[in-house]
């Protein structure tokens, strides 16, 4: 297919506005390196001075990691994510914990319960009244091929009366046989369940990747054979292929509801250069399945930058819809030197309701970022004036040098994508090289910022110990001179 692209040359790529990399050393327990500002503030608090830990170590396995918090009632949270018990299996762990970051008793066996549900890769959930939905893969075998897989919790931990098989769990084979298939997010509206994720739909070189969508009745998990136009195996499913190169790798990472009612989902397509990939962000019709033509053109919004000697990454990790219908972007748009060295920058875009780009922000409704080393974009969170906060893996933000440790960095940006106006690093305690990820971000009525994450505490080979975190950052100049140990 043809596509119209919002393509920034190497010139504009550094005429974004430059971070403002001043700050001080910050000696609040957990924090490292210089951070920029006092509105990423760690709350001391909130937990054990300011983090969460919940440890779902047992007999069976030491590999735990948070993908979704999510508020509950009483001002308090719940963390989801997997406990992994071997190395194809995961077993859904959700805590709750009070306003106060703490675990609620009151909640399955000291405040946590695990559940198996047969999802061997839990990568998303959502809270509708008293049920989550989860959603990930399935493994056919040990070692695969997976099919993508749905499955609904009630909040005390037992399995969804009436949904999917005898452990609340769907699968739907949108891959071709022996290749896989996987759900990565989930989103609900009107008693229906949207399941986005991707598929190998094969291809001249065995291989490809194509973004796969299934609807399904939220009470019972059944497809719904209204929605589709044939391009997916199943009636209820679609697959989406823009093949911007043939055969090519395109993923979807993020989906939202637009303004409009229909579906945004966004990710990365493969391009003709080298390792190189397209963002996108495509709009389709949640009744039909079909594109919604009137958006972009032909449906897609395209974001490419030519500053790569050989190659630019760029991709689409999280959608934010305004109440005005503006659409937020966050992402990466990275790109190598003429070593292949991948340098990484943090994408932030803003488009129209149409999907075309917003003219005040960034250059040409784009810009990016070099905040980070090694940085990896994994949530976005908007505050209640605006300011934009990315969360990401890295090995240090500027103007910190490199380490080792792979970081939970946190970084805003004001409305219209300039700075990043704050940043904050955390290490979590660790009997080797920290490692860690803040995988999830929720941004609550009182204008904090809860992280959610992992942090690796050890690690046996082949299989890590690793736990739930969760930290909340506040805007707060009075911690910031930090605290005593």
Known sequence: MRKLALTLGS?????????????????????????????????????DQGYTV???????????????V????????????????????????ISKL???????????????????????????????????????????????????????VDVDGAYCPGFGDDHGTVTIALNAPGFTSEALRVLHRDGKLYAIGNTDPG??????????IAKLEASTGALDATFGDGSGPLPGTVVFNPDVYPDGNDFAYAAAFASDGMILVGGAAQNNDNQGSD?????????????????????????????????????VRKIHVFDDGRILLAGEANHDDEFFNTLTDVLLASLEPDGTPTPDFGVGGA???NVGLNAVVLDMGVRSNGDIVVSMSSNGILPNPYTP???????????AGNGPTATVSIEYPSQVTPQGGPTCLYVDAQDRVLVGGFRLWDFNFPVPDSDHTLTRLVRDGIFASGFES
């Not at 308090?76 to 995961?90: E, I, K, M, P």
Request: glycine content about 14%.
């Open 98 to 152: 009070d306003a106060d970051g703490r675990l609620d008793p009151s909640f399955g066996t000291g405040g946590k319960t695990l559940v198996d549900t047969g999802i061997s890769f839990v990568r998303d959930a959502i809270r509708v009244d008293d049920r989550f939905y989860v959603v990930g893969m399935h493994l056919l075998t040990s070692n695969g091929p997976g099919v993508m897989a749905v499955a609904c």
């Open 203 to 212: 291809g001249e070189r065995g291989h490809s990747s194509a973004m796969a």
């Open 405 to 415: 440790a792979t970081q939970q960095s946190i970084a805003q940006f004001d409305t």
């Open 367 to 369: 810009t990016r970022v």
């Open 11 to 47: 010139f504009v790529a550094f005429c974004s506005c430059p971070p403002a990399f001043s700050g001080t050393a910050v000696a609040t327990n957990g924090v490292v390196g210089v951070s920029i500002g006092t509105d990423l503030t760690v709350d001391p608090g909130f937990g």
């Open 70 to 93: 999510l508020p509950a009632q009483d001002d308090g949270l719940w963390l989801v994510g997997f406990h992994r018990t071997d190395a194809s299996a995961d077993r859904l762990a």
């Open 279 to 315: 963002g996108y962000v495509l709009a389709f019709d949640p009744a039909s399945g079909a594109l919604d033509t009137s958006f972009g053109t032909d449906g897609y919004t395209f974001f490419s930058f030519d500053t790569g000697v050989h190659f630019d990454q760029v991709l």
């Open 54 to 68: 919940v440890n779902y170590n047992d007999d069976g396995g030491t590999w735990d990691e948070a993908v979704r």
